[in-house]
């Protein structure tokens, strides 16, 4: 008497259905990412040049105008302090191509802070920070 095999429940192989050798796959190709938006890049560089974590030569230049100027002002004041910042969200609104008016919501230690500054791409074609503002004021004149 011979025992005759029947195929009970699922598929137990693990490989595709159409392959047809027992190679496994190799590993995974990781896709190349597209680089981070200027708005996105712009902000981590901002942030952790107020929070003192980077100095300001390393972001400077950067930055043109009055925008180094209010980076300067900040940036002596780490307003973002000791505690290690978080950057919770960026938005952004383009008046215009080649430029951006950016904002965005920092946490630094129990507090919550606004971000905003504007970018605009020079003849060079690269981007360059043109106004900063942290909790909605402009920075004020040096004579505190």
Not at 44 to 67: D, F
Not at 106 to 125: N, Q
């Amino acid at each position: 008497m011979q025992k005759v095999m029947t195929r009970r429940g699922p598929r137990r192989s693990t490989r595709p259905p159409a392959r047809r050798d027992s190679r496994r796959p190799g590993p995974g190709r990781i896709a190349p990412q597209a680089p981070p938006h200027p708005t996105e890049l712009f902000t981590e560089r901002l942030v952790l040049v107020l929070s003192g974590q980077k100095p300001l030569h390393w972001v400077a230049r950067h930055t043109v105008h009055q925008a180094y100027e209010d980076l300067l002002w900040l940036a002596d004041r780490r307003p973002l302090g000791p505690a290690r910042p978080r950057i919770h969200r960026i938005g952004h609104f383009e008046p215009s191509p080649g430029s951006y008016e950016v904002f965005a919501r920092v946490t630094a230690g129990p507090r919550l802070h606004a971000l905003a500054f504007r970018l605009v791409r020079d003849e060079s074609l690269r981007w360059r920070c043109t106004a900063v503002e942290l909790d909605g004021r402009p920075p004020r004149p040096h004579d505190d």
